[in-house]
């Protein structure tokens, strides 16, 4: 057997000095993480040996409760059972569990912790003892719950909205239906007066009649009958937003490129027309319902021509990237742009900024924010007055680019 | 104009709707669009269907209803739902006239047996159009039976 070497006076004075180094970082470690967590050791069958300050704080048991039990003493009954038995082979084999538990304190109140257990080994690789380390979580869950609880009121209130709007809509085409009708009437009896003045010979005097007959009524009427299909067409853009969160969408991978193609093509004659330009780069491809999505694009496609600058032929350039695992389009022209303090307002339900330059119900934009944000998407738009608009569309992209 | 004015029974229009003015609307519409129907205006489902339960038993004479949707007690779908279960009633033409254009409420009233759903306010003419087409068929198919 060989004797082991004597160390040096000098060598054990430093092996002594490094293990008095060392014990102390040790104690510096540990009151540290006491400090931060909230620690507990086992042995290897479960028998807690140790708790820290914090354990006893947050479980409001002494340690003397808590020292010869197993964790059970804590158990709150959220978790099925197979969790901790999941939870128990992945110690026992030797490996770190990560994860978050639902306690019950000793006075039956209840808290989370974020946990780590990690198992101290044997020399034959079997877990010798196994320390958890957590963390007070109980507050983050309960953030949570309440954004989940306000997330699905929100979902409801918005619902609610919809059907209400859809009620309303229809109760006042209602009475819209009799001023349009009897509108009608009043046109038509006016006519008929109209006619049997004309048919008496001068037995009835015409002077009279003149300006109520040719200038009053036909006036009153031009406007009552304006106002009807204001409002018709108002209720019925009510109507077709109302149904949006009604539709069921159907989520798959869409080709862009095909999809506005197709919507060109359907454009070309109004394109043509104002000789447009319109360049379309190799497009990402996205996930989305191919239907809705193709209604934005045409909206987007349809404003460029609506708001074309008159001084300058039109021209679109449509881009696409792929970015934080959304597919990001960009629809840009030269029209007539839009200022920044109006931008955000484009979104706005029947907000219109250009009434006189071209027709529409003020919801185009409006409906295709809706119809992106049902599909974890979204619409924004920048750009400048008097150099041209770009509209940003973002939908999620398909597998194969996140 | 002809189909009813020739035939013999030209069926009596019976209007459900609970807005006067709508009725009232329909019927001189209707009268200006050349159509000499008989007609009578009930203001709720209710109303038709205790006319309905009211007549004798056997009695001939044709009808065609016009039915409103959104109506205080008896709905017109409900309308529609039980004149189609009752055998005596289920072969009368019905033509849905309502301010709703929501398609599952359109294809409802179809799979309830509906002959025509029109949407107000109306092209009068064409309204009218359907009336008479849906009216002679209804002559016709009641003409044997008052015959015999």
């Given at each position: 057997m060989p004797v082991p070497e004597n160390p040096s006076s000098t060598d054990r004075e430093t092996l002594e000095r490094d293990l008095h180094a060392t014990v102390r970082e040790l104690r510096e470690v540990k009151a540290a993480l006491d400090e931060h967590s909230i620690v507990a050791i086992t042995d290897s069958s479960g028998k807690i040996t140790y708790v820290n300050d914090k354990f006893c704080a947050i479980s409001k048991y002494e340690r003397a409760e808590l020292l010869?039990?197993?964790?059970r003493i804590i158990?709150?009954?959220?978790?099925?059972?197979s969790f901790f038995r999941d939870l128990w082979t992945t110690i026992v084999h030797g490996k770190v569990w990560h994860g978050e538990i639902k306690n019950r304190a000793k006075d039956g109140t209840y808290y989370w912790v974020d946990t780590t257990i990690f198992p101290f080994l044997n020399e034959a690789g079997k877990p010798r003892q196994f320390v958890a380390i957590r963390t007070d979580i109980t507050q983050r869950k309960a953030s949570e719950d309440e954004l989940q609880r306000v997330a699905a009121e929100l979902a409801e209130k918005n619902k609610e909205l919809e059907a209400i709007v859809y009620t309303v809509s229809h109760d006042l085409r209602s009475p819209l239906v009799n001023v349009q009708g009897f509108g009608k009437q009043l046109s038509r009896a006016c006519e008929t007066i109209r006619a049997a003045a004309a048919a008496s010979d001068g037995k009835i005097s015409l002077e009279p009649l003149q300006k109520p007959l040719e200038v009053t009524i036909p006036q009153a009427l031009k406007f009552i009958n304006a106002g009807v299909n204001k409002m018709e067409s108002l209720l019925a853009g009510l109507l077709r937003y109302s149904r949006l969160g009604r539709v069921a969408l159907n989520l798959r991978p869409l080709n862009i490129n095909a999809g506005i193609a197709e919507i060109l093509a359907a454009m070309k004659f109004q394109l043509d027309e104002v000789k447009a330009e319109v360049r379309v780069d190799p497009l990402p491809a996205c996930v989305g319902d191919s239907v809705q999505t193709s209604q934005v694009f045409s909206n987007l496609l349809d404003n460029a021509l609506k708001y074309r600058d008159p001084a300058r032929p039109l021209r679109i350039v449509i881009k696409g990237e792929v970015r934080d695992g959304q597919s990001i389009y960009s629809v840009a022209d030269n029209g007539i742009g839009i200022a920044p303090e109006h931008q955000a307002k484009v979104f706005d339900i029947f907000h219109r900024l250009n009434p006189d330059l071209a027709t529409g119900e003020g919801l185009g934009l409006t409906i295709a924010q809706r119809v992106l944000e049902r599909q974890k998407g979204r619409i924004w738009v920048e750009g400048q007055a008097g150099v041209g608009t770009t509209f940003y569309v973002s939908l999620p992209a398909t597998d194969t680019h996140a | 104009m002809l189909d009813a004015m020739t035939t013999p029974h030209p069926p009596t229009i019976l209007i459900v709707d609970d807005d006067e003015g709508h009725a009232i609307l329909i019927r001189e519409n209707l009268e200006a669009a050349g159509l000499r129907n008989p007609v009578a205006h009930y203001r709720d489902g209710q109303a038709l269907l205790d006319f309905f339960a009211s007549r004798p038993v056997g009695a001939h004479q044709s009808f065609l209803i016009l039915l409103d949707i959104?109506?205080?007690?008896?709905d017109g779908i409900e309308v529609l739902r039980r004149l189609k279960a009752d055998d005596a009633l289920a072969k009368l033409p019905v033509i849905m006239l309502t301010?709703?254009?929501?398609a599952r409420e359109v294809e409802r009233c179809y799979e309830l047996g509906c002959s025509v759903y029109i949407q107000k306010p109306v092209d009068y003419d064409r309204f009218a159009e359907a009336i008479r087409r849906l009216g002679l068929f209804v002559t016709l198919l009641l003409l044997p039976e008052v015959s015999k």
């Open positions: 010869g039990q197993d964790h158990n709150s009954g959220h978790h099925p059972s | 959104r109506m205080p007690k008896v301010t709703t254009d929501d």
